[in-house]
């Protein structure tokens, strides 16, 4: 009875707490609105965000808020190419290894200040600086010395990066990179008011006048935790074409909670990327006009190889190939997923027509590989195996995904594990920090190229990588595919870097996403991209 007290307790406050946000329904006809017209959005991105510093933010929850308050010299427009944003022109070397970008005339933070070339240097050395411990330092690893700098065996001096004068950016790369222009749309490599963040070093955790950002957006409110409030830019420099006049986005991590705020007119849009629908209502939403569009991420279990017995192979292709992919995506997703026997997407160029490297349930190979792993680690039968435990970010669809796995572990294999989950930013501070053995997450690509999915395990201490697996070759091979200028020898040496990476299996794959979403009828304008971004800023309401 205290239990269930409780739970009425917090459902009461919780939904005093979202009407004092602004996420209340307007109408009193059980949940119908009339939309036309309405200059303010209601969203849901779930959780708090890990951090709203571009340079920190290494996850989607931080990227769908930065995406509305930031611009990089480019932005990605609905077909998935990079557009010129707050760089008005882009000049390459004939070695495509120099680019100059020219600022934007009239570029303006939200506080009035100007927007300079020296504001991009300086938020890039900042997140390659080591002590700053950024988890995509690696994303610019591109520039000349990157990793040099990052890894303490250079200077940060040294990068290829210089502000030339306020209005010229000059950025000198390692090697030919095909796809800079659409990494110069990446969070990583959004700008950092420096005036503003040197006197202030923590500007970036609450929303004051220290918060300031250049996109169409600026932050107003942050209730940590509880809800974020988006105001529109006046400084911005395209602010005519910004229609809405605010962005109130909930923290509601809770997939049914949230469809039902929808429903009743309190969210305008629910759904991949900001937040998810309940797996048990995607069959009769796709009567009512669910959407569901292509998606270039990957859902899949990391193994973490120096944990006992994962840090054996033969144990870890046991557990990969026991798992019923077709089982999950038809009974739990439901939302037309793909089962994922490889690490690249099939929405990813050169990849589509992707089927894996290993049959989909396939427990005759996973029983031998099972009995070699017993018999490499001295043991007689699954049950010697040392206590194994599967965790995730607590979610009711990751919560049943696991479950099934769990259940096909054990009848197939005989293997037992045990469960844990944490909420998203303890969960993720365990992955980073090594403190797990099997660990769920989403990968979503930062840009449409099979690199950003392969480079997360070249090295052991990538800032994402979390399992401690390397292979010489696998990073040869990357290597080699970086400067190839061929395009189809390029796709050939990748294919052969993932041919590595599944056959040791680091990870083990499970299906590739989709994104099912419901959005206002009146809702216009809203732009996703194929690798998972949502921008706001020419949405309207008709």
Same mark, same amino acid.
């Given at each position: 009875?205290?239990?269930?007290?409780?739970?009425?307790?917090?459902?009461?406050?919780?939904?005093?707490?979202?009407?004092?946000?602004?996420?209340?329904?307007?109408?009193?006809?059980?949940?119908?609105?009339?939309?036309?017209?309405?200059?303010?959005?209601?969203?849901?991105?779930?959780?708090?965000?890990?951090?709203?510093?571009?340079?920190?933010?290494?996850?989607?929850?931080?990227?769908?808020?930065?995406?509305?308050?930031?611009?990089?010299?480019?932005?990605?427009?609905?077909?998935?190419?990079?557009?010129?944003?707050?760089?008005?022109?882009?000049?390459?070397?004939?070695?495509?290894?120099?680019?100059?970008?020219?600022?934007?005339? %009239?570029?303006?933070?939200?506080?009035?200040?100007?927007?300079?070339?020296?504001?991009?240097?300086?938020?890039?050395?900042?997140?390659?600086?080591?002590?700053?411990?950024?988890?995509?330092?690696?994303?610019?690893?591109?520039?000349?010395?990157?990793?040099?700098?990052?890894?303490?065996?250079?200077?940060?001096?040294?990068?290829?990066?210089?502000?030339?004068?306020?209005?010229?950016?000059?950025?000198?790369?390692?090697?030919?990179?095909?796809?800079?222009?659409?990494?110069?749309?990446?969070?990583?490599?959004?700008?950092?008011?420096?005036?503003?963040?040197?006197?202030?070093?923590?500007?970036?955790?609450?929303?004051?006048?220290?918060?300031?950002?250049? %996109?169409?957006?600026?932050?107003?409110?942050?209730?940590?935790?509880?809800?974020?409030?988006?105001?529109?830019?006046?400084?911005?420099?395209?602010?005519?074409?910004?229609?809405?006049?605010?962005?109130?986005?909930?923290?509601?991590?809770?997939?049914?909670?949230?469809?039902?705020?929808?429903?009743?007119?309190?969210?305008?849009?629910?759904?991949?990327?900001?937040?998810?629908?309940?797996?048990?209502?995607?069959?009769?939403?796709?009567?009512?006009?669910?959407?569901?569009?292509?998606?270039?991420?990957?859902?899949?279990?990391?193994?973490?190889?120096?944990?006992?017995?994962?840090?054996?192979?033969?144990?870890?292709?046991?557990?990969?190939?026991?798992?019923?992919?077709?089982?999950?995506?038809?009974?739990?997703?439901?939302?037309?997923?793909?089962?994922?026997?490889?690490?690249?997407?099939?929405?990813?160029?050169?990849?589509?027509?992707?089927?894996?490297?290993?049959?989909?349930?396939?427990?005759?190979?996973?029983?031998?590989?099972?009995?070699?792993?017993?018999?490499?680690?001295?043991?007689?039968?699954?049950?010697?195996?040392?206590?194994?435990?599967?965790?995730?970010?607590?979610?009711?669809?990751?919560?049943?995904?696991?479950?099934?796995?769990?259940?096909?572990?054990?009848?197939?294999?005989?293997?037992?594990?045990?469960?844990?989950?944490?909420?998203?930013?303890?969960?993720?501070?365990?992955?980073?920090?090594?403190?797990?053995?099997?660990?769920?997450?989403?990968?979503?690509?930062?840009?449409?190229?099979?690199?950003?999915?392969?480079?997360?395990?070249?090295?052991?201490?990538?800032?994402?990588?979390?399992?401690?697996?390397?292979?010489?070759?696998?990073?040869?091979?990357?290597?080699?595919?970086?400067?190839?200028?061929?395009?189809?020898?390029?796709?050939?040496?990748?294919?052969?870097?993932?041919?590595?990476?599944?056959?040791?299996?680091?990870?083990?794959?499970?299906?590739?996403?989709?994104?099912?979403?419901?959005?206002?009828?009146?809702?216009?304008?809203?732009?996703?991209?194929?690798?998972?971004?949502?921008?706001?800023?020419?949405?309207?309401?008709?």
């Amino acid at each position: 009875m205290k239990k269930r007290w409780s739970l009425i307790s917090l459902l009461l406050i919780f939904t005093l707490v979202l009407s004092a946000c602004g996420f209340g329904s307007s109408s009193g006809d059980g949940g119908k609105k009339d939309s036309k017209g309405k200059d303010t959005v209601n969203v849901n991105i779930k959780t708090e965000p890990f951090s709203l510093h571009p340079g920190l933010a290494n996850d989607s929850v931080s990227s769908n808020v930065l995406r509305q308050t930031f611009e990089g010299l480019t932005t990605i427009g609905k077909d998935g190419k990079p557009v010129e944003a707050t760089a008005s022109k882009i000049e390459v070397s004939d070695d495509q290894k120099t680019y100059t970008f020219t600022i934007r005339d %009239g570029v303006k933070w939200s506080n009035g200040d100007p927007v300079t070339a020296e504001d991009f240097e300086y938020a890039w050395k900042w997140a390659l600086d080591p002590k700053n411990e950024s988890q995509y330092a690696y994303q610019l690893y591109y520039l000349k010395g990157g990793e040099a700098a990052n890894t303490g065996k250079g200077k940060l001096e040294d990068v290829g990066v210089k502000a030339v004068n306020d209005k010229t950016l000059k950025v000198e790369l390692e090697k030919p990179t095909p796809y800079f222009t659409e990494l110069t749309a990446f969070y990583t490599y959004l700008p950092v008011n420096k005036k503003v963040a040197e006197k202030n070093p923590k500007w970036y955790t609450k929303a004051d006048e220290n918060y300031v950002s250049n %996109g169409p957006f600026k932050m107003t409110k942050w209730k940590h935790n509880g809800s974020i409030v988006l105001e529109k830019n006046e400084q911005y420099w395209d602010k005519d074409a910004v229609k809405l006049k605010k962005i109130n986005m909930a923290m509601v991590n809770d997939a049914n909670t949230g469809l039902n705020m929808y429903k009743k007119g309190e969210l305008d849009y629910v759904g991949l990327p900001l937040d998810e629908i309940p797996t048990d209502a995607i069959p009769t939403l796709k009567k009512e006009g669910l959407n569901v569009d292509p998606f270039a991420a990957v859902y899949l279990y990391k193994f973490n190889t120096e944990a006992a017995p994962l840090n054996n192979v033969n144990i870890r292709k046991a557990l990969t190939y026991a798992i019923n992919r077709e089982a999950i995506v038809k009974n739990i997703t439901q939302a037309e997923q793909i089962p994922a026997m490889g690490l690249v997407p099939p929405a990813v160029h050169g990849f589509e027509s992707n089927e894996g490297y290993f049959k989909d349930h396939d427990v005759e190979k996973a029983k031998e590989y099972l009995q070699k792993g017993l018999k490499e680690l001295g043991l007689k039968k699954a049950s010697d195996l040392p206590k194994i435990t599967l965790s995730y970010n607590t979610d009711e669809g990751h919560q049943k995904i696991a479950q099934a796995v769990q259940e096909m572990w054990s009848r197939d294999l005989g293997v037992d594990v045990e469960l844990g989950n944490e909420e998203w930013n303890v969960y993720i501070d365990k992955l980073h920090t090594g403190n797990y053995q099997i660990g769920r997450l989403g990968w979503i690509a930062d840009f449409n190229d099979a690199m950003n999915f392969l480079e997360t395990y070249r090295d052991k201490e990538g800032g994402n990588n979390d399992t401690n697996w390397e292979n010489a070759k696998y990073k040869e091979l990357l290597s080699k595919a970086a400067t190839e200028a061929d395009a189809d020898k390029r796709v050939e040496l990748m294919k052969e870097a993932e041919g590595i990476i599944m056959d040791e299996l680091p990870i083990a794959p499970i299906y590739f996403y989709t994104m099912p979403y419901l959005q206002d009828e009146s809702l216009k304008g809203v732009v996703l991209t194929g690798t998972g971004e949502i921008y706001f800023k020419t949405a309207y309401f008709e």
